[in-house]
């Protein structure tokens, strides 16, 4: 895919998380930090501004 992978720096490396490429132009992809060869989602920047801003407000939270 050609993606540099990142994890949160709050993850304090673990592999309990998600990790992050946006290197592709207009795209965001995601993928479990324990599978890192399997499947990943693939999002739009704007698809993915929205998840984050909602995450920061509490949107998700259980």
Same mark, same amino acid.
């Given at each position: 895919? #050609? ?7 709050? $993850?304090?490396? #673990?592999?309990?998380? @998600?990790? @992050? +490429? +946006?290197?592709? &132009?207009?795209? @965001? =992809?995601?993928?479990? *930090?324990?599978? &890192? $060869? #399997?499947? +990943?989602?693939?999002? *739009?920047? $704007?698809?993915?501004? =929205? /998840? @984050?801003?909602? +995450?920061?407000? #509490?949107?998700?939270? /259980?």
């Amino acid at each position: 895919m #050609g993606d540099e992978f990142r994890k949160p720096n709050l $993850s304090g490396g #673990g592999d309990n998380c @998600v990790e @992050v +490429a +946006a290197n592709l &132009p207009d795209l @965001v =992809t995601v993928r479990d *930090s324990k599978n &890192p $060869s #399997g499947p +990943a989602l693939t999002f *739009s920047t $704007s698809e993915w501004d =929205t /998840f @984050v801003d909602g +995450a920061k407000l #509490g949107m998700f939270d /259980f």
